[in-house]
């Protein structure tokens, strides 16, 4: 891991994630995520902190912030407020878009920050929808590697690349793999796996995984996605109770 001569104060630096409400998805298209980065963007300017990384994932987002004038729970409530009122009103809905209250970790090392934005990035790689974190095109990896490229601009790389001691060393750390989970999105309002195992056999009704991968595609996501509505249940314990893959369970 690179190293710098010494570690910077990161007071007010965290690492947040806010997840859609049930696990559904907040982003339906293009337009969605483009909003909200614009929306970030206002944010950002508003509370004048700093956005050093970001992951737009269908039903979660991952951040990594700098406050300054605002709190974080300040900039996260102002954020997801402005959002889904705009999102509701596109889909003509009501009610609660995200689930709960956000969650969030301090960022307290160099170490911590580097791995951050490398867990952060990697995100669709862990998800199994990118090969490399450079393959998905709605995290911040782009703006440090190709700077001032992208519509919308917003990213302090600075401090993220001086901690890994250049660009090279960036692109080169995040192409080893995480062994950190960090703010897990299946914890939430995490059960027991005994208590998760119970739900899941109920709902599984003796069905199968082999019978699960038989069903045509959109009667297997549905199925899957019931599953993963189940309160308090993690896709890690469905993966282990149903035997179905990670990649499957999440892309569904």
């Not at 995200?98 to 960022?107: K, L």
């Not at 669709?124 to 095109?137: E, F, T």
Request: aromatic fraction near 10%; charge should be positive; include cysteine.
């Amino acid at each position: 891991m690179p190293r710098t001569p010494r570690e910077k104060s990161y007071s007010g630096v965290y690492h947040a994630m806010v997840r859609g409400i049930n696990k559904q998805d907040i982003f339906q298209d293009k337009e969605d995520r483009i909003v909200f980065l614009e929306k970030l963007k206002k944010v950002k300017k508003c509370s004048e902190c700093k956005i050093y990384a970001y992951c737009l994932m269908d039903n979660h987002v991952h951040l990594l912030i700098g406050e300054y004038k605002e709190t974080i729970g300040q900039i996260m409530r102002r954020l997801g407020s402005t959002y889904a009122l705009w999102y509701n009103k596109k889909y003509n809905r009501i009610g609660y878009l995200f689930q709960g209250r956000f969650r969030s970790e301090p960022v307290d090392s160099d170490s911590y920050l580097l791995v951050a934005l490398r867990y952060i990035h990697q995100n669709p790689v862990k998800a199994g929808i990118a090969r490399h974190c450079g393959d998905y095109p709605w995290t911040s990896y782009h703006e440090y590697i190709n700077p001032g490229q992208q519509a919308i601009c917003l990213i302090d790389t600075e401090l993220g690349l001086d901690v890994a001691g250049g660009l090279k060393q960036f692109i080169e750390f995040h192409h080893g793999q995480d062994d950190h989970d960090f703010i897990d999105i299946d914890d939430g309002t995490k059960i027991s796996d005994e208590h998760a195992e119970e739900l899941i056999k109920q709902a599984l009704s003796g069905i199968t995984a082999f019978e699960i991968l038989k069903m045509s595609k959109a009667e297997r996501n549905q199925f899957i996605r019931n599953l993963k509505a189940l309160p308090g249940v993690s896709q890690k314990q469905i993966e282990k109770v149903t035997g179905l893959s990670r990649n499957i369970i999440q892309r569904a």
